[in-house]
């Protein structure tokens, strides 16, 4: 069951042109995907043209406009598969971190740790799909979508643990460490206005000590 929002699955929808029906069609328009998501990935931008991906993908540029009636068109259409792919991993990643925690002390620690790995992996793509997100309205609908879908499912996991939070608002504070943890990984991956470069020595101590601060702040009477 997919679980891309609406607004992505629009985006997804009205890419293509003409869509493919058979089995050798589907291979050929997948292969257009693909090698647009490895150009993307290769040059940090969108800094290539459709004959790149004719090259890259072994499809025809003739294939390539039946298919999408411009380089705009085709890089939705990575842009939504991605958006989706980027949900199903982080679902996946949040199924594994709970299924290995009994309490808060195991979970925090341990979805960081996780967390982090997941967004180093996605955020050379994340950079550019935020890049183009912020000139175009097309991909900033399904952009801000798919973050609130993401926060949504982290502040989820937290709350499996709501019997420990302490207070009278636990989904407000599960909601704000969510929040926090996000903010600093984005930092540390250059998800955001600037590109940082982060000492990974320094980052890995900073993920141990940011487990405890959210530890101490969720267990919080207030």
Do not use: C
Not at 73 to 87: D, F, G, N, S
Not at 107 to 131: C, G, H, K, V, W
């Amino acid at each position: 069951m997919s679980m891309i929002g609406p607004e992505t699955a629009a985006l997804g929808n009205n890419a293509p042109s003409s869509k493919p029906r058979q089995g050798r069609s589907l291979a050929s328009f997948q292969r257009m995907l693909d090698a647009t998501k490895a150009l993307m990935l290769e040059r940090g931008s969108e800094d290539f043209t459709l004959q790149d991906v004719s090259e890259r993908g072994n499809v025809s540029i003739g294939s390539i406009y039946l298919r999408f009636e411009s380089k705009d068109r085709l890089i939705h259409a990575v842009i939504a598969q991605e958006l989706e792919a980027v949900l199903a991993g982080e679902k996946a990643m949040l199924d594994m971190v709970l299924a290995r925690s009994k309490d808060l002390s195991d979970f925090l620690p341990l979805y960081i740790d996780s967390y982090s790995s997941f967004l180093e992996t996605n955020a050379p793509l994340l950079r550019t799909i935020m890049q183009r997100a912020s000139v175009d309205q097309a991909v900033s609908g399904p952009g801000r979508e798919t973050a609130r879908q993401s926060a949504a499912m982290s502040t989820e996991a937290i709350l499996s643990f709501r019997s420990e939070i302490g207070g009278a608002d636990p989904a407000k504070k599960a909601e704000a460490i969510f929040l926090i943890i996000f903010a600093t990984l984005a930092r540390q991956f250059g998800l955001g206005a600037t590109t940082e470069s982060g000492d990974p020595e320094v980052w890995k101590v900073t993920k141990h000590e940011l487990a405890k601060m959210a530890l101490a702040y969720l267990r919080f009477e207030q």
